[in-house]
């Protein structure tokens, strides 16, 4: 039987360019500054954006995003069912290989590196120290939902009929590794451009979850995995 990542992906042409612009200029430009404004309305005298703002607007972005990937999310669904509990098995043996994997190219980005940590984990380690509860929504259930439905349910999907897994799969990695390193790049921190290895290493795998499973939500519990591992490395 023909898996469902090899066939064309079940999102209509107008819900795929709506949820990569909700995602790539909605969420990172379009609405932070409209959240911005919002505050400012509410009280000039702000200086950053309440928590419960943020928090809707996670909501927010999820509510979308899950709205315009209905179809998929369905096929997904259908899908899951015959799995069971083995795509929780298939999860961990996967976050145990990328784990080693990543020992290793860990290594090389910090000989190459000039910098201990990425600049988008150090804003992430910031935000747990000012506000933990949402940057833990932030990492937990929003990122695994909504970036799995962009990366893998738009990227991977649409190009997995067409070519190989692999090649499918590390183009979609290093658009994941990219969007992570994005704003230093743009602001001249070009140091951080290494830490494309580490980000597409976890992108790869998140590709290599759905093409093992034929369902976006084994990339969704995996994503969970790592970024449950990674903030209870930051808090304890």
């Known amino acids: 039987m023909e898996k469902c990542v090899e066939r064309s992906c079940p999102l209509s042409g107008l819900r795929t360019v709506l949820l990569f612009l909700h995602y790539f200029l909605g969420y990172q430009f379009i609405y932070p500054m409209l959240l911005k404004s919002f505050t400012l309305w509410l009280n000039p005298s702000a200086r950053s954006v309440p928590e419960w703002l943020q928090f809707l607007f996670y909501c927010f972005m999820m509510a979308v995003a899950a709205w315009l990937a209905m179809p998929l999310l369905k096929e997904s669904t259908e899908r899951m069912k015959s799995y069971g509990w083995k795509l929780i098995k ?31 984990q150090m804003e992430i380690i910031e935000a747990i ?31 997995r009929p067409h070519f190989h897994w692999l090649l499918s799969a590390l183009i979609s990695a290093f658009l994941f590794g990219f969007i992570h390193v994005m704003f230093s790049l743009l602001t001249g921190n070009f140091n951080d451009l290494i830490y494309l290895l580490s980000y597409g290493l976890i992108g790869f795998f998140l590709a290599l979850a759905y093409e093992k499973s034929d ?11 790592n970024n449950a591992f990674a903030f209870l490395i930051v808090v304890l």
């Open 90 to 120: 298939l999860c961990l043996l996967l976050f145990a290989a990328y784990y080693v994997c990543s020992l290793a190219v860990n290594i090389i980005v910090l000989l190459l590196s000039e910098s201990e940590t990425s600049a988008n």
């Open 129 to 159: 120290n000012v506000s933990p509860y949402l940057t833990m929504f932030s990492t937990l259930i929003y990122a695994p939902i909504v970036e799995e439905l962009v990366f893998r349910g738009v990227f991977y999907r649409a190009l």
């Open 215 to 225: 369902t976006i939500f084994a990339g969704m519990l995996l994503h969970f995995f």
